[in-house]
């Protein structure tokens, strides 16, 4: 493969959409036109469809093991559908989110078996594993806080509570641990957003170069 594929992960309200958005006006000013950007879910036609049954639709509940192997199918279609071409063309793919949101969430927040998560993940992305990922890690307590300030009212996911960010947040931490090679851990509690956005422009420039 030619391309690059960046993923960014964290828990919610540490700022990961601010940052996905920092980069999106970097690189239409910087013309970087092989940059593109993506979300999983979300990222295909049947990526929209699950992410609405996922994360919005308020009144239907599905178990946490359907749950994941809703996101393994998008995470399917997704890789063969977007990832691999774009890869092939020398691009540069960010994704909000990716393998390791579900090893956080469904594994160490739901307590689903993570051994098989990650069999499910490997059928899945056929062989194709982020180059760097980047965790935006803060306190859970804190990044409630910030999401209360504006107002979020959040999704499902976030709607869980905060001992759940909690696990998340350590099941984060622990995979990042297993794989220090592909992980870049950014602490977002003490500094400003352009501070950050610095910082994640660094470690991209480190593997695009």
Known sequence: MKGKFITLEGIDGVGKTTQLELLKIFA?????????????PGGTELGIELREILLNNQTLRVTPLAETLLYIADRA????????????ED????????IDSTVAYQGYGRG?????????????????????TILFDADPSIS??????????????????????????AGFLEIAQLEPERFCIIDVAKKNPSEIHENVLKEIEKIIT
């Open 28 to 40: 239409h000013e910087k013309s970087k036109d092989n940059w593109i950007f993506t979300r999983n």
């Open 77 to 88: 279609e997704h890789i063969s559908k977007f990832v691999i071409p774009a890869l092939e």
């Open 91 to 98: 691009t540069i793919i960010i994704c909000d989110r990716f």
């Open 112 to 132: 689903l078996n993570i051994a098989n998560i990650h069999k499910l993940n490997e059928i899945a992305i056929q062989g194709i594993k982020p180059d760097l």
């Open 144 to 169: 409630f806080q910030r999401a209360k300030s504006r107002g979020q009212s959040g999704d499902k996911i976030e709607a869980e509570g905060l001992e759940f960010q909690k696990k998340i947040r």
